[in-house]
Structure formats: structure tokens, C-alpha cells
């Protein structure tokens, strides 16, 4: 069992509180004390005694916090940060300026297992799990840093679905009044398609809003470059996404990465129009990001606007996202690319 106390939620806290034989109510001033005031020591959640605080130390409750190794910063204000988890694991985090909105893509895994082709994170050597503490505390770590963070993207390192458990838990944590108090519509979870977890998703009291990596209209080309899509086909994944909206009444938005003749052309915009004809939902275009130990190109603006307004035409919501944080290797795709190039 985690020690962590940055890792439990309102009601394990309590739990926590209730076995040491102190009062219920001290649980929210611990959770309040690590998401809101930033301890990083049980010694600083003062309102508690001081034998109370020896007690939880004596038994090894503890708070985690990540360390910043290094971050850098593109000419359009995407900042990137390098974690070091408390084990010397290491993560990648992004802060997104859009306008007024200031989004963080969180990381969810060391590395991924998932295995897409155009993805460097893939490249990496799979570590583990995060903790919903750890996913947590990117958030808490990059706002103490910058200031309020708004939205969350969980479209960092790793496929959130494939740590379920964990990526539940750290959306009721930033969503729970008592801490960041961040709206769960401003939350949203990237998924390669893992169908049962979608539909579990579902059944969930936190319904984030779900964005769905499609990137290819047909069985055979998502396969290739998605392996997921061998297990979980395209039909059953839209089945899964109709699911989801039926129970959250929620728009899903659908990524898109254009790779240079491979998933651009304009019969494959058509393709893409019709299976996801009736649907309500969007379509982020992403310019594929290069990296190192990638053979693919991105399809270049004149493509990609033709794609955009087949899409259009057709009825389908679509926006082409900017290539944020390109040159520090911080954009879609691209994260631990530094360490993928070693
Ligand atoms: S795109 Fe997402 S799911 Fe696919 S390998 Fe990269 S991090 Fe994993």
C-alpha cells in the first residue's frame, strides 16, 4: 500500500485519520494542505497537533513530490518540464499558452506500450505506471511554478486508459473542491482506443471529456499504425464512443495526425467524413511532428487545409491545431524524443 498521502483521496485520508484514532474531520485539512498550501512535509499541515503529525511520520505516511530536472521554453510560450519522479523515473509535462487558456498535458506512464508508429514516447523503454499522485502533482508542480493552471490534458507520456485505476483517482483529486477544484469539462482523457476502459469510463461519477487518437479512416492503415486497432477495430471503438456520449450527453473529439501521404489524401478525408457521419463531436488536424527514429513527414499546410474543409463540407467540426512547442520538442508525439534519439 502507497504511503503517499499526496496519492489518496478525501475518503482514504479519512480512513487514514480514523485508524490512528483521530478526528474525521482532519482529512481535509491534510488534503487541503498538500493540493492547495503545497506541503511537501507532514511537519507543515499545521492544523494538525504535533503528535498527530509524528504519528502519521512514525508510520511512514509520507508526501511525494516531483523534482524539476530541466525545463525549457519555446519562442510561443510552451514550457516543457522534466520530472523526476522520487524512484529517478523520468516524465515529461507541458504547459500550453492558448490565448487566455493555460492547459497542462499531464504524463500518465513512464514511456508506452502501445506501440504507434509516429509516436515517440513509443520509443522509450516502458518504466511503469504513475501513481495518481504523481499525475497529480504535475499539475500542483507547474501552477506553484507559473500560477492556475485551467485545463488538463491527459495526452502526455503513456496511454491514461492502460493506467485506469490510477487516472480516475487524480481526476476526482484535481477535480475535488477541497483542492484544485479544476472542472472535470475541463479535463479531458486521450485515448488510443482502449474499448472496455472507454465504456468503464462511462459507468465512472467523473466523466472527463474524451478525445479519441483516430488518425486513419480504415481498418488496415489504423493497424499499421496503430497496434490497438488490431485488438479494438474501428467499429467497435466508434461503438464504444456512441456509449460514452449516450451516458455523459458529451461532444468527443477526434485527433488526427496527418502524415505525409499516408493518411492525407482527399479520398480518405471522405472516408474519414462518412464514418463519423451523425456523430457529435470534433476534429483536432495535428500536423504529424518529426523526430528522431521516424520516417514520417508531416503533410504540410496546403494538404492539410484541403482536408480540413472536405471535413467541413461535410459537416464535421474540424480544427487544425497549431504546432505548439515544436522546437523544444514538446509538441504532440514528440515527448521523450530527446531520450529516444539516445
Ligand atoms: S500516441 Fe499515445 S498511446 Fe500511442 S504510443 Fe504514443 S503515448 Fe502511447
Redesign the pocket.
Known sequence: MSMDLKDKTPGELERIVVDLGGRKYLAAYIFQFIHVEDAVEVSQITPLSKAFRWQLTARGYHISSLTVADKLTDKDGTAKYLFELGDGNRIETVLLLDDKRRTLCVSTQVG?T???LF?A??KIPFGRNLTAGEIADQVNAVQADTGRIGNVVYMG???PLANYAAVVKSLGILNHPKGKNIGIRHMTVST?GIVPAIRKLAGENVHPRLAV?LNAPSDDLRTRL?PINAKYPIADLLKAVRFYQAKTRQRVTFEYVMIKGLNDSTTQAALLAKLLKGLACNVNLIEHNPHPRCKYAGSGAERIRTFESLLEDAGIETVVRFKMGRSIRAAC?QLGADWAAT
Open positions: 508506452c502501445m506501440g504507434c509516436c514516447t513509443a507520456m503513456g496511454e488510443c487518437s496503430m508525439g
